[in-house]
Every structure is written in structure tokens, then in C-alpha cells.
């Protein structure tokens, strides 16, 4: 499976916009970019997926390099529920790893009043 | 629609005793999965199930670990016995499975496992 680097925390200010961003350098041409957020003591939550195009629901907007290198997720107007564990995934996309999801550290994101 | 169901939520036990997990999916979702989430770490996968048969157990600890899901719907995990290292959350996922255009996983709020 393709790797995934995220910053392992960030802040942001309630009401502004909170990027996170997200490198897969590894990425192959059929392999999509998840988004996941777990909150404390919940299951992780899916936010949104894309494979070349950007994306964007009701939740997010998800940024993807030309290249496919890179990502970014956009929370346009972050609020203090926003605060949670960010998960940037590559999903398997052949073999034994078909459809896997493989989670890494993460990125704290911490949103202030 | 109804979300993962787990139980217990919690589960206290001394090492070297036994204990069951519950999972019931999303209904028509073909394909679940297991994961172990150690306090700070992101939830790693233990065993993925195709129906009623087991796709990839490659990262499960089979001298203590087992899980079924019989009938393709319901699933258990089970481990005995239990050592302290085990002390973790138990996350269940579901999905319609692969090839299936949205094909994202509904987590359940997992099991909260202590071994003492």
C-alpha cells in the first residue's frame, strides 16, 4: 500500500478555514485518497475519498495534486466538534490489499475559540 | 439507517482470562472487518471477512486471537487468554464491499478492552 505523511498536530481558529495536508508520493494511478476523523472515544468517521478530481460534500473538500502526489482536506469553517484525529489513507487498490483501508498516525487538529 | 453495532462497550479482565467481542454490520454490507486501536496509534486491521469467509488474517495473533461470522452477518472476536499488551479498542467496520462505487467503511464505536 501506498504510504501517507501527515503533520502529526495542528491548530486552528473557530470560524476559519483548517487545511490539512496529506503526502503520498507512492500513490498508484488506480489507488483513491480517504479521509477518516475519529473523535475521543469513537469509531473513526469517513469524511470523503477522491481519485484524481477534487472533491468537496457537505462535509469537506478534498484537494488532490495534478500529480497525485499530494493532498489537501479543507474544513471551510472549523468548529470546537471539529477537533479530532485526521487520518489520510490510500486504499489498496490490488492484491491482498483490494479495498483495504490502512491507517497511519494521523494528525491531531485542535481548534481554538 | 442503522449504524455498526459492538458490544460490550467496555470490558475489564484479568491476563490470561478469555473474553468475546460482538459485531453486527450494517444490514447488506458484505464485508467486515476487525481492527485493534492501542491507545495513541491509529486502528490497525486484524482480519477482514468476505461474507462468511475470511478474506486476510495475516496481521491477527492466532495463538491467542479467533474470529467467525457465521452466516456472513454477525461476527466475533475472541481472545484466550489475554495478556496486558492486548489492553486496546476493538473497532468492527463494515462495507458493501470492493468493487462497489462509494466503497467507505461505517466504523462502530468499538470495544474498550483493559487487561489487568
Known amino acids: 500500500d501506498a504510504k501517507t505523511t501527515q503533520p502529526t498536530s495542528m491548530d486552528c481558529a473557530e470560524g476559519r478555514a483548517a487545511n490539512l495536508p496529506c503526502n503520498h508520493s507512492t500513490i498508484s494511478g488506480n489507488e483513491y485518497v480517504y479521509w477518516y476523523r475519529q473523535i475521543h472515544s469513537q469509531g473513526p468517521q469517513y469524511i470523503i475519498h477522491g481519485l484524481k478530481n477534487n472533491e468537496t460534500n457537505e462535509m469537506a473538500s478534498l484537494i488532490i495534486t495534478e500529480d497525485r502526489k499530494s493532498s489537501t482536506l479543507i474544513l471551510p469553517h472549523a468548529t470546537l466538534r471539529d477537533t479530532a484525529v485526521y487520518y489520510c489513507?490510500?486504499?489498496?487498490?490490488?492484491?491482498?490489499?483490494?479495498?483495504?483501508?490502512?491507517f497511519g498516525q494521523g494528525t491531531i487538529l485542535t481548534v481554538h475559540p | 439507517e442503522a449504524g455498526v453495532a459492538q458490544s460490550p462497550r467496555y470490558k475489564i479482565i484479568e491476563k490470561r482470562q478469555s473474553v468475546a467481542f460482538w459485531c453486527n454490520p450494517i444490514s447488506g454490507h458484505a464485508t467486515l472487518y476487525w481492527y485493534q486501536q492501542i491507545l495513541g496509534q491509529g486502528p490497525k486491521l486484524l482480519i477482514q471477512?468476505?461474507?462468511?469467509?475470511?478474506?486476510?488474517d495475516s496481521q491477527l495473533p492466532k495463538d491467542r486471537f479467533s474470529a467467525e461470522r457465521l452466516k456472513g452477518v454477525d461476527s466475533t472476536l475472541k481472545i484466550q487468554p489475554a495478556k496486558l499488551e492486548d489492553s486496546a479498542v476493538y473497532l468492527c467496520?463494515?462495507?458493501?464491499?470492493?468493487?462497489?462505487?462509494?466503497?467507505?467503511?461505517?466504523f462502530g464505536s468499538g470495544t474498550r478492552l483493559t487487561v489487568v
Open positions: 471477512f468476505q461474507n462468511n469467509g475470511v478474506v486476510d
Open positions: 467496520a463494515s462495507s458493501l464491499g470492493p468493487g462497489t462505487a462509494d466503497y467507505g467503511y461505517t
Open positions: 489513507i490510500v486504499r489498496g487498490a490490488g492484491g491482498t490489499s483490494y479495498g483495504k483501508l490502512t
